[in-house]
């Protein structure tokens, strides 16, 4: 277990602030809609939780959870629970906590939009977009941010660091000290 802690990449108070103005902007776009959340599990629950508190909507809530298949055929992704609600006609809002390569949410939307929502969009926490492989369209970004392996608020490191009130920069030896 790693005793040291990540360094600060986002600090907690900047990642409120965003997540506030973000909120705002969903409330905007979304007045009057039929609108599903969707959070992808597991990283994005923390981002979900503090976002939708601030959106002053009515809206459903539901989750989606995949796994990539290991092995040689890159970017296949297998669905390991599904989401309960259904969309059709709906707008749905997918909350995730980072687009890096882009192959599972390229998939994630696509499902969506096949099942006939009336609109699909995509609020990610932050935007890794050196590490990009696929298009994805991201309507509502956090942070956009280097191509840095990065822990806390959801995201993990062999399950560690998840809680975490800020983003975190894990260096090669699995610490945050360089």
């Known amino acids: 277990m790693q005793s040291k802690r990540p360094r600060a990449l986002i600090s907690q108070e900047d990642l409120q602030r965003r997540i506030g103005e973000l909120a705002k902007e969903i409330e905007r776009d979304y007045r009057g809609a039929d609108l599903i959340v969707v959070g992808v599990l597991k990283g994005s629950v ?92 991201i309507d509502y970004c956090g942070f956009p941010i280097e ?8 995201l993990d490191y062999e399950d560690l660091y998840r809680n975490l009130p800020y983003i975190g920069v894990l260096d090669d030896d699995g610490d945050g000290e360089a």
């Open 147 to 154: 191509n840095l392996f990065v822990v806390g608020y959801g």
């Open 46 to 137: 923390f981002f979900l939780v503090d976002l939708l508190q601030q959106v002053d909507l009515p809206l459903a809530v539901d989750f989606f959870q995949t796994s990539s298949y290991s092995g040689t055929h890159r970017g296949e992704v297998r669905v390991v629970k599904d989401i309960d609600l259904p969309i059709r006609g709906r707008h749905v809002l997918l909350v995730e906590d980072i687009v890096d390569t882009g192959y599972t949410l390229r998939t994630i939307l696509d499902l969506l939009r096949f099942r006939g929502a009336a609109s699909v969009k995509l609020c990610a926490l932050l935007d890794k977009e050196e590490a990009r492989e696929v298009e994805v369209p």
